[in-house]
């Protein structure tokens, strides 16, 4: 089945570039989404970028795929330490086709 | 307004009851979903309905029993309460069903708490 896997942990300074990476194996999902969880908070769709694209840009958010690679990633600019939370991928797999979720990124902000 | 709501978002409870987390969504989708994410944070799929219809049924065991009156509403009722249903429980809704092309959007979560 759909496999979707995060490193667990990273941890930056404030006002530096944070990078998430995810790579998945399934590759039919039209749209692959990040989804945000701050401390004892729900889940948050953060952006998602559709599978014929390369890149998206929204505001200090980049996402960039590699199709070929079945890399995605997420990078943050000047980040902030309200950006800490955890970060999941999330693609659509499996043969129900539901959204399947990496085990999520946590984000360390040391100011 | 919240568009994915569930209740209740903290519930303690004893080993051996029954539980009920109730979901709505108002964001016209035809869709519903429970997620569960445990201790370390994983999030999985448990059960996904369309229209009222059983759609997606994980190996949950069958102590979990969802219901949908409606589209708008679905609830997880949990038998017989094990230390081991402790987790964040979340509701989620799309429009549509199983395709790659519709966003889901997730409630604030359930935390539920076995002692």
């Known amino acids: 089945g759909e496999d979707v896997e995060q490193s667990l942990f990273l941890s930056v300074r404030e006002g530096d570039s944070s990078v998430i990476n995810c790579t998945y194996t399934?590759?039919?999902?039209?749209?692959l989404y990040w989804y945000k969880q701050e401390p004892g908070a729900g889940l948050q769709l953060l952006t998602y970028?559709?599978?014929?694209?390369d890149m998206k840009q929204d505001q200090r958010l980049t996402v960039l795929l590699n199709k070929k690679d079945k890399h995605l990633s997420l990078r943050i600019a000047d980040t902030q330490t309200g950006d800490s939370a955890i970060y999941f991928c999330?693609?659509?797999?499996?043969?129900?086709?539901?959204?399947?979720f990496g085990k999520g990124t946590k984000l360390s902000v040391k100011p | 307004d919240t568009a994915v709501s569930q209740t209740p978002k903290y519930l303690v409870t004893q080993m051996g009851n029954d539980k009920s987390i109730k979901c709505e969504q108002n964001?016209?989708?035809?869709?519903m979903y429970w997620y569960k994410q445990d201790s370390k944070k994983f999030l999985k799929i448990m059960f996904s309905?369309?229209?009222?219809?059983?759609?997606i049924n994980e190996t949950v065991p069958n102590r979990f029993s969802p219901k949908s009156p409606d589209k708008a509403h679905l609830n997880l009722h949990i038998n017989s309460l094990e230390l081991g249903d402790s987790a964040v429980y979340f509701c989620?809704?799309?429009?549509?069903?199983?395709?790659?092309?519709?966003?889901?959007?997730f409630g604030e979560g359930s935390w539920l708490t076995v002692v």
């Open positions: 989620a809704s799309s429009l549509g069903s199983g395709s790659s092309g519709n966003t889901i959007y």
């Open positions: 399934d590759s039919s999902s039209t749209y």
């Open positions: 970028i559709f599978s014929n694209m």
């Open positions: 999330a693609v659509f797999g499996g043969s129900q086709g539901n959204l399947i």
């Open positions: 964001l016209g989708h035809d869709t």
């Open positions: 309905y369309n229209n009222k219809e059983l759609i």
